[in-house]
């Protein structure tokens, strides 16, 4: 089995900050892409940005310059550094994780639990 533990979240004012965490633990060979989702009440669960085994990034537009991902590969961890948080990134935060279990098994998408993140005065 696989388990992906975030923490991290919770309520900071606008413009304030937060670093997310995510743990990814269990039966692993190794692990590919890993990302950061959030889904908003009402809305589809979207990107908000992720970060290969080699470390290329990718991030949605509305987090460039305000959202930093990094990982560990050898913690199997990835992180999401929110500075200059608005209210419309109030949103359950997901971690994912894209990992082979054995050498020669499929690449599985799994996912965490989710984190809340509340932006608000």
């Known amino acids: 089995q696989v388990q992906l533990v975030e923490s991290g979240g919770g309520l900071v004012q606008p413009g304030g900050s937060l670093r997310l965490s995510c743990a990814a633990s269990g039966s692993i060979f190794n692990i590919n892409a890993m990302g950061w989702y959030r889904q908003a009440p009402g809305k589809q669960r979207e990107l908000v940005a992720a970060?290969?085994?080699?470390?290329?990034?990718n991030y949605a537009d509305s987090v460039k310059g305000r959202f930093t991902i990094s990982r560990i590969n050898a913690k199997n961890t990835v992180y999401l550094q929110m500075n200059s948080l608005k209210p419309e990134d109030t949103a359950v935060y997901y971690c994912?994780?894209?990992?082979?279990?054995?050498?020669?098994?499929?690449?599985?998408?799994?996912w965490g639990q989710g984190t809340q993140v509340t932006v608000s005065s």
């Open positions: 994912n994780a894209d990992l082979r279990q054995t050498v020669l098994g499929d690449i599985g998408k799994y």
């Open positions: 970060i290969t085994s080699g470390r290329s990034t």
